[in-house]
């Protein structure tokens, strides 16, 4: 059974930054694509970015282009958004997702395509 487990979240000033971990377990890392969504209050579940395997491509939503980046550590089984110039808009519960790769490419986003999800954790950010 694979496991997901994010850390990092909490609260923040505008301008400020974040960094998320999503840390896997119970399965074949390199298997896997694990990317980031969040879901504000009121709002559907969005993807937020998205990585390969090796880690050489990468999606991210229009709103959060230029600000957040993710990556993969495939020695330590975890996958990072690091946030930053972040907003008000911003403020959301962020999850991270594992898909199997084989079965999804990297720009199938649709979170009814992955399997696993980590429990969540809260970024607000203040005005």
């Known amino acids: 059974q694979v496991q997901l487990v994010e850390s990092g979240g909490g609260l923040v000033q505008a301008g400020g930054s974040l960094r998320l971990s999503c840390a896997v377990s119970g399965g074949t890392f390199s298997r896997y694509l694990v990317d980031w969504f969040r879901q504000a209050p009121g709002k559907e579940r969005e993807i937020v970015a998205a990585?390969?395997?090796?880690?050489?491509?990468?999606y991210y939503t229009d709103s959060v282009k230029g600000r957040f980046t993710i990556s993969r550590d495939n020695a330590k089984n975890t996958v990072y958004l690091q946030m930053n110039s972040l907003k008000p808009e911003d403020t959301a519960v962020y999850y991270c997702a594992a898909k199997d790769g084989l079965r999804y490419p990297i720009m199938y986003v649709a979170p009814e395509g992955y399997r696993y999800w980590g429990q969540g954790t809260q970024v607000t950010v203040s005005s």
């Open positions: 990585i390969s395997q090796t880690g050489g491509s990468t």
